[in-house]
Each structure stands twice: as structure tokens, then as C-alpha cells.
């Protein structure tokens, strides 16, 4: 049996987060600083460390932490951003997830399933997306697995390492909403 299961990260929490989780958000968080740290929104002086602090804070309390169950010890993380709120509760969120090696494959599935589902049934969101750069190979297929599906690739959206890169867009939405299309 696959032990991952996710639990929200909000104030309180945050607060008594050990350094050895934190320690994992911040090495993960530090493995993708191009997408995280070198945007105009994290830009700044302030070491990484910090950043990563301010990012967790900022996204409270739609931030949650992936964890061995058997272990607790923490396999990685979501959180949303650019949320769009609807009348009583969030219509659409982008979601940046992000699992540790040792969690690909299944266990990242199942956890990020999970998630999935609550926040759909409990969050009662409408819509999630998530973006990842056009040459990625493992993201997308990862979403597809999820049920994503591909609603657009910008082209050249971003720089990279001083190159223009294109980024995709994927989504799913709430199969308990029925939602109708406008065009």
C-alpha cells in the first residue's frame, strides 16, 4: 500500500514547522529557482531562504504538504496562485506542485489524486491549471495521467536563461460541475 497523504499548511502549522520539512520545501523550491525565484513577482536581494518563507506565507492557506504517512517525512508540496474566486468558493486556481525524487511515479500520483479530490469536494473548487515549459517531458505526461488536458502552449511567454520559452497550459475541471462552454 502506498503510504502518501497530504495535509494543509496554514498559520499554525507554518509555524511549527520543523527545519527538516522545511528544509525539503526550501531544497525543492531551490531545485526549480528559475521558475520560482528569477520571476519579476520573487525578484529581489533577499537570499533564497527567505523567499522560500515568503512564498509558503503568501499562499497560505492554499498550501499543502505531501508526507510519508508511516514516516511523516515530507515528500513535497502544492499551492495555488492566481486563484479566481467565485461566489462562494474558488472557481479557478493555477496549482504548482512539486514531489522529491523518491516520491515520483506512483506514490506522487496517488498523493497528488488525492489532493485532487479534495480540493474539488471539499474546497469545492471548479477549476485547477497548471503550466509547465513546452519542453518538459514529464510534466505533461504526469497531468495527462491526472486527466488534465492541454488548452495552450504560449509561445516564447517566459525567459529562461535569456532565452524566450514557451509554456503550456493544462487543466482539469470539477466532474461534479457542469460547466458550459461559451464559444
Known sequence: MLTINFLNLNKERFNKLDFA???????????????????EYFAGNKPYIERVYEIIQEHLPYF??????????ILGFCYFYDIVPGKNHIYSAFASICFAKKALGMRAYVGAKRLMNHMFRELKVTKIKAE????NL???NFLAKLDFQHEATLKCETIVQN????????????PDFK???LY
Not at 528544509?23 to 526549480?32: C, D
Request: one cysteine or more; charged letters at 25%.
Open 21 to 39: 520539512a522545511f528544509q525539503t520545501i526550501f531544497a525543492l523550491m531551490l531545485r526549480h529557482r528559475h521558475k520560482l525565484f528569477d520571476d
Open 64 to 73: 499543502w504538504l505531501f508526507y510519508d504517512v508511516k514516516t511523516g517525512e
Open 132 to 135: 509547465c515549459y513546452s519542453d
Open 138 to 140: 514529464l510534466v505533461p
Open 163 to 174: 532565452r524566450p520559452k514557451d509554456i503550456e497550459i493544462w487543466s482539469i475541471f470539477n
Open 179 to 181: 460547466i458550459r462552454h
